[in-house]
């Protein structure tokens, strides 16, 4: 049985940026929180996960999709979204897939793990943090960054993360809301 943690203060904090009618996609939803958050918004809510023990609960709210995003391809083929989630996870082969299934305008709301974290709990691998600075790195080639963390976390728990909200280019160049701060 999954235990049922609060959704993410950071996903909380940008999910105001995607936008009514959206399509979002929660990589590695595990047990759907932040999906959770987001019923109810007008929104066209999707998760992936390998683990499926949290998907009957899940359905009556969001399309769900069991993948191993680790070991198949990506289960989405071209589709893109307005917005993709990610928390608690990395997979850096996938990072190339998920800004090409970002919609134009779309939104990432992306935090993990990060070097430091070995030192005091899990994850220790460091295949699973991020280096310094790494998430930003990756996204602002290709998106506009409207916020970055890289640091200590008291809540809710002791942890070393990153964290970034980026906008892909909008089509025609059209501002996206995020640019309006």
């Given at each position: ?80 979204f307005d917005a993709l ?22 939104v990432l709301i992306y ?71």
């Amino acid at each position: 049985m999954h235990r049922h943690l609060p959704p993410s203060p950071w996903v909380l904090r940008f999910a105001g940026l995607i936008p009514a009618g959206g399509s979002v996609l929660d990589v590695a939803c595990g047990a759907g929180r932040n999906l959770r958050a987001l019923a109810g918004r007008d929104r066209q809510l999707h998760g992936v996960d390998r683990d499926t023990r949290a998907f009957d609960a899940l359905r009556a709210i969001a399309t769900m999709r069991e993948a191993d995003l680790e070991a198949a391809p990506w289960p989405y083929g071209a589709q893109r979204f307005d917005a993709l989630i990610v928390t608690n996870y990395l997979w850096r082969p996938l990072l190339p897939t998920l800004l090409d299934a970002l919609a134009p305008g779309g939104v990432l709301i992306y935090e993990t793990f990060a070097d430091g974290q070995q030192d005091i709990g899990r994850p220790r691998n460091p295949d699973h943090l991020l280096r310094r600075a790494e998430l930003l790195d990756w996204a602002r080639p290709r998106l506009r960054v409207v916020a970055f963390e890289d640091g200590f976390v008291t809540a809710p728990q002791a942890a070393f993360v990153q964290r970034i909200c980026a906008v892909a280019p909008a089509l025609g160049g059209a501002a996206h809301p995020a640019y309006n701060l």
